[in-house]
DNA sequence: GGCATTAGATCGCACTGCGATCTATCTTAC
DNA sequence: GTAAGATAGATCGCAGTGCGATCTAATGCC
């Protein structure tokens, strides 16, 4: 393997931050389920109603927003359109567009997941900001036996 | 939709932490791509070499580096030994356990990877920190006509 | 008015993570 | 020692999802 061991300092740091982010992940999608929506649908509600200033936003923004492809946004937007959480309409100024809102239940939703988001953001920000150390996470790690 | 002024806040707030994380993960994703691995394999390559002291980790410890259940990761570790990435052992003292640890490429890969991520991360990390504010991301939205 | 551009939509596909289930190994109690 | 339970992985089939390729409709521009 021989790896440097200033090489191995950094992998060692980007192992941390990446598992602090999958748990965060992880965290963020069993709270979108527990609300019933998919963590795609959780994220579309925010990216509509947090990503622009006016509460709405296009397929295109949302695709930049998600920094996905917009046919994929198109797909996930007809899901939630039909489970009742965003309505889409065409802008009158350039009818090429589809804009996007949120329903009362996506906002219901929204609301509700944001404020559970909140607290867990800041520890991961907290874990982010620290020089490398999330202790939480080196106790969280399984002990295995020592090779022979 | 009527949300309060104060989940507004924490709404847009969280907006911008998940379009900072989006892009990075992108960012993470063509990095990966750019060297021949998948995203996932790339990940893995962390784990294995990140996750532990000793630059080696079981299945179960990599699904908990992951967030995922083993089945997963053992399919992960499958493909990515196919790819000359890691090497399979037994442990010799609890035979039921499987010991990952990378190959000659998949450490150099790893060392690639991880330097093309060091900046990128503190970038990262700095927006987190930051009251809120990603300039950047503001810039890099789609001018959208104004609704009539 | 005709041509290039842009915003979405449609289709089929491939990957990946999961639930359910199974086997092998280790641990514990008796 | 041995049977019962626990633990670590492996196997199988499936469903969701994001993407490439391609198409249509609306707009911009000269």
New binding site residues.
Partial sequence: MNIPSADRETIRNLARFRYSLRRFLRFSEKAARSRGV????HQLLLGVAGFTEDGAA????L?EFLQ?????V??????AAQAGLVR?RNAA???????VTLTARGARILRHLSRLHRDEVERVRAGFGAAGGVRAQTTAR?ARKAEP
């Fill in positions: 998919t963590p795609q649908q296009t397929i295109s923004e695709a996905e492809r917009n046919n994929s198109v797909g996930l937007v007809e899901r889409r100024l350039d009818r090429r567009q589809v804009v399984s």
